[in-house]
């Protein structure tokens, strides 16, 4: 049997206790609507009212045994508490009292943190760790500072562009282990090729030479006849003068210089060229 504590606790109790105090007018009802309240005493007295039962919700939605269905109901109730309470603190604020909205602490959870939501619906508790919204309160990881290039520079030295490589004693003789390996291979290499030429050309001269093949066959009798037709035949006779290289190089250079002269020299210097090549024997 539930004891008598429980008992008080149920909400059929509660309820049957507020309608025994509103009938002998002991529980004054908190108005709907804020601005139906005109006493600036009562706003405030309904302000700390919401305060108290948005405590209350807050500390039972830290229970994560209580199911999800009814942690989101608790979360919008306090939601809805929160709304209500801005009400009246505009409601304060018209009847002459101080902005709450303004000098009233922020709403912070166990940790200290402020408590986080989207435009205007937070989550508190329990209802932080939902399917759903988990999601919306995982941060992406911060993206690394890109360097400038005078950040870059700082570290950048000789060692950098390997101007001290040889200087450790370790580099110059592996590179000369490495150098002797590959003059030895390219010279047994080279020794291996000559003597696999030298095999190949004595076994090339044992062979006979095979008699080449005609890829254009002619029959015997047509090729002597071609010789026979080539041989008695007359040598060429040019029956005109036919002027040499060296004659038909003098006459294009007598053209070209007679053209100079009747584009640019004048009647009389033409005249004096032709009576000083006359005198001279020239044509």
């Given amino acids: 049997m539930a004891r008598n504590a429980e008992k ?15 009938a002998r007018g002991e529980k004054e009802r908190r108005p709907f609507i804020a601005t139906d309240c ?5 706003a405030e007295k309904w302000r700390r009212q919401i305060i108290g039962e948005i405590s209350r919700k807050v500390a039972q939605i830290q229970n994560a045994g209580l199911g999800e269905f009814r942690i989101r109901d608790m979360n919008d109730e306090i939601n809805k508490l929160l709304r209500e309470k801005g009400h009246w603190e505009v409601r304060i604020r018209e009847l002459g009292g101080p902005d709450y909205s303004r000098v009233g602490p922020r709403m912070l959870d166990q940790e200290g943190k402020e408590v986080p939501g989207n435009r205007g619906y937070k989550y508190f508790g329990a209802a932080k760790e939902l399917p759903g919204v988990r999601e ?11 360097k400038t290039r005078a950040e870059l520079m700082k570290d950048i030295d000789a060692d950098y562009y390997g101007y001290r490589d040889d200087d450790d004693g370790i580099v110059i ?6 150098e002797r390996e590959a003059i030895e291979a390219a010279v047994s290499q080279w020794r291996a090729d000559k003597e696999a030429g030298m095999e190949a050309g004595m076994e090339a001269a044992e062979v ?3 008699e080449e093949v005609s890829l254009y066959p002619v029959e015997e009798e047509e090729e002597e006849r071609v010789l026979t037709e ?4 007359k040598p ?13 190089e003098e006459a294009l250079i007598r053209r070209k210089k007679m053209e100079l002269l009747e584009k640019y ?3 009389s210097l033409r005249e004096q060229s032709q009576e000083a090549k006359a005198l001279l024997g020239f044509k």
């Fill in 265 to 267: 020299a004048s009647e």
């Fill in 230 to 233: 080539l041989a008695i035949q």
């Fill in 38 to 42: 005109d006493d600036l005493p009562k």
């Fill in 173 to 178: 003789p592996l590179e000369k282990e490495k």
């Fill in 236 to 248: 060429f006779v040019a029956h005109v003068p036919v002027p040499t290289q060296k004659e038909i």
């Fill in 136 to 146: 919306l309160f995982e941060q992406e990881p911060a993206k690394a500072a890109r």
């Fill in 8 to 22: 008080a606790m149920t909400a059929l109790a509660r309820w049957r206790d507020a309608q025994m105090a509103e």
């Fill in 208 to 210: 006979e030479p095979e």
